[in-house]
């Protein structure tokens, strides 16, 4: 089982900071709802603590406080483009040292945490506006998925 022991410090830097950059990617969305936004991520951490055990990786994972470094970009497009770059360089990171499995779960951890925010505040009466969903799949994209539900190996 892989761990944030087989990873340099900064290789887990970057895992680490995907799911909250994912959830912050989805917050700069749509404006409204930040508070609700950003307790949703928390949750999502939460319960996926509750699953401890399934995984060393995602336990090690949830285990740390979500963190993302917001103020670094000076526009809502640089932080999109910096931030889509970042997921892809978690999963590059992680890929050759995980296992498939590992890694899909890690993937569907990071579209949970932004499906969370996104669901979090109903923007224009509807649950998921579009930029949030455009966002969500920005982000599904740039971790190589093709939908949300995990899928077994690659």
Same mark, same amino acid.
């Given at each position: 089982?892989?761990? $944030? !022991? *087989?990873? +340099?410090?900064?290789?887990? #830097?970057? &895992?680490?900071?995907?799911?909250?950059?994912?959830?912050?990617?989805?917050?700069? !969305? @749509?404006?409204?709802?930040? %508070?609700? #936004?950003?307790?949703?991520?928390? $949750?999502?951490?939460? #319960?996926?603590?509750? $699953?401890?055990?399934?995984?060393?990786?995602?336990?090690?994972?949830? !285990?740390?406080?979500? $963190?993302?470094?917001?103020?670094?970009?000076?526009?809502?497009?640089?932080?999109? @483009?910096?931030?889509?770059?970042?997921?892809?360089? +978690? &999963?590059?990171?992680l890929e050759p040292k995980a296992t498939p499995t590992e890694v899909s779960e890690v993937k569907? %951890? &990071?579209?949970?945490?932004?499906?969370?925010?996104?669901?979090?505040?109903?923007?224009?009466?509807?649950?998921? +506006?579009?930029?949030?969903?455009?966002?969500?799949?920005?982000?599904? *994209?740039?971790?190589?998925?093709? +939908?949300?539900?995990?899928?077994?190996?690659r």
């Amino acid at each position: 089982m892989t761990g $944030k !022991a *087989d990873f +340099s410090a900064a290789e887990w #830097e970057t &895992i680490s900071e995907a799911p909250a950059t994912a959830g912050l990617l989805v917050m700069t !969305a @749509q404006r409204g709802g930040v %508070f609700r #936004e950003t307790l949703a991520i928390a $949750k999502a951490y939460t #319960e996926a603590r509750q $699953k401890h055990g399934q995984s060393t990786l995602l336990d090690e994972l949830v !285990a740390s406080k979500p $963190k993302t470094d917001h103020t670094r970009y000076h526009s809502p497009e640089e932080l999109r @483009q910096a931030g889509l770059g970042h997921l892809r360089d +978690s &999963i590059r990171v992680l890929e050759p040292k995980a296992t498939p499995t590992e890694v899909s779960e890690v993937k569907q %951890f &990071i579209v949970t945490v932004a499906e969370r925010v996104a669901h979090a505040h109903r923007e224009a009466g509807v649950d998921v +506006s579009p930029a949030e969903q455009a966002a969500i799949q920005e982000i599904t *994209d740039a971790l190589g998925q093709t +939908s949300s539900p995990p899928t077994e190996g690659r």
